[in-house]
């Protein structure tokens, strides 16, 4: 799992000029992706993006991959838990992490990244509305 800044020129029509981000994650097995647009990186929709991920795809998730990023883990940083590492704990999911530095190591999803960059974030949308919808049919294909 990880996530993705959505380019900002590809999106003509963005008057308070926001981030957007894509959140994506691969099934290891299945290689079923699950992707949504969101409006920014942080950990209150990290742990939003983890509840809704055992609907989408249709089984029980057991682990989850992510980088080390503030969206996703405390680990090393504070004594508390953020919310999304909360939130696994709350459905049963085991959380682990990449080691710093290490991209390849969560490499399904960070290729999945550059293949969205060259497919579909090389087009122009006229706002984020036009976005998600192209970003839904693109998904479901």
């Not at 950990?43 to 989408?56: D, H, P, R, S």
């Not at 249709?58 to 090393?76: A, L, M, P, W």
Request: proline share 3%; net charge positive.
């Amino acid at each position: 799992m990880d996530i993705k800044y959505v380019p900002q020129e590809c999106i003509k029509e963005n008057p308070q000029g926001m981030r957007y981000c894509q959140f994506t994650a691969i099934d290891e097995y299945s290689r079923e992706c699950v992707m949504s647009i969101i409006d920014e990186k942080s950990v209150t929709n990290t742990g939003e993006f983890l509840v809704t991920l055992e609907a989408c795809m249709g089984f029980k998730v057991i682990t989850v991959q992510t980088d080390n990023g503030r969206e996703f883990t405390n680990r090393g940083k504070k004594e508390r838990l953020c919310q999304f590492d909360i939130a696994a704990q709350r459905l049963g999911i085991i959380h682990k992490t990449i080691r710093p530095f290490s991209p390849w190591q969560n490499g399904k999803v960070e290729r999945s990244h550059r293949v969205d960059g060259e497919r579909f974030y090389r087009r122009s949308f006229d706002n984020i509305e036009e976005l998600r919808k192209v970003h839904r049919r693109y998904t479901s294909r």
